[in-house]
């Protein structure tokens, strides 16, 4: 027997082996042993995990994206954006106060125009 026939040799015995194999692995009892209440029970406990792990995020994140943990005012916030195109963006910014015109494009910010002091 050559190297090439040795996996197909060991293949046909696999095969003609495997009925018989098939009935002692697999047990072949006609059905499935295991209890709906088994199943419902793991689904339940899944939910109850997926649905726990989404409060915690929620609680953890208080709805939005971390802040500053110290809890001091923020200095700097997203006051209105209008997409011009698919890469291009402007954007009113506010920076202690005073507004900033910025257009966010691929090429990077370009600060357009300074405005006023906010009271």
Same mark, same amino acid.
């Given at each position: 027997?050559?190297?090439?026939?040795?996996? *197909? =040799?060991? @293949?046909?015995? #696999?095969?003609? !082996?495997?009925? $018989? &194999?098939?009935?002692?692995?697999?047990?072949?009892? +006609?059905?499935?042993?295991?209890?709906?209440?088994?199943?419902? *029970? =793991?689904? @339940?406990?899944? #939910?109850?995990? !997926?649905?726990? $792990? &989404?409060?915690?995020?929620?609680?953890?994140?208080? +709805?939005?994206?971390?802040?500053?943990?110290?809890?001091?005012?923020?200095?700097?916030?997203?006051?209105?954006?209008?997409?011009?195109?698919?890469?291009?963006?402007?954007?009113?910014?506010?920076?202690?106060?005073?507004?900033?015109?910025?257009?966010?494009?691929?090429?990077?910010?370009?600060?357009?125009?300074?405005?006023?002091?906010?009271?």
């Amino acid at each position: 027997m050559t190297r090439a026939t040795r996996p *197909g =040799a060991a @293949l046909l015995l #696999l095969v003609a !082996a495997s009925p $018989a &194999a098939a009935q002692t692995i697999g047990q072949a009892s +006609g059905g499935p042993d295991i209890s709906i209440w088994r199943v419902l *029970g =793991a689904l @339940l406990f899944c #939910l109850l995990l !997926a649905a726990g $792990a &989404a409060f915690a995020l929620r609680t953890r994140l208080r +709805g939005t994206l971390p802040t500053l943990k110290s809890g001091a005012p923020r200095r700097m916030r997203l006051v209105e954006s209008l997409r011009l195109s698919h890469q291009t963006d402007l954007c009113i910014v506010e920076v202690d106060g005073e507004e900033i015109l910025v257009a966010a494009s691929p090429q990077g910010p370009r600060f357009l125009q300074r405005g006023k002091k906010m009271p």
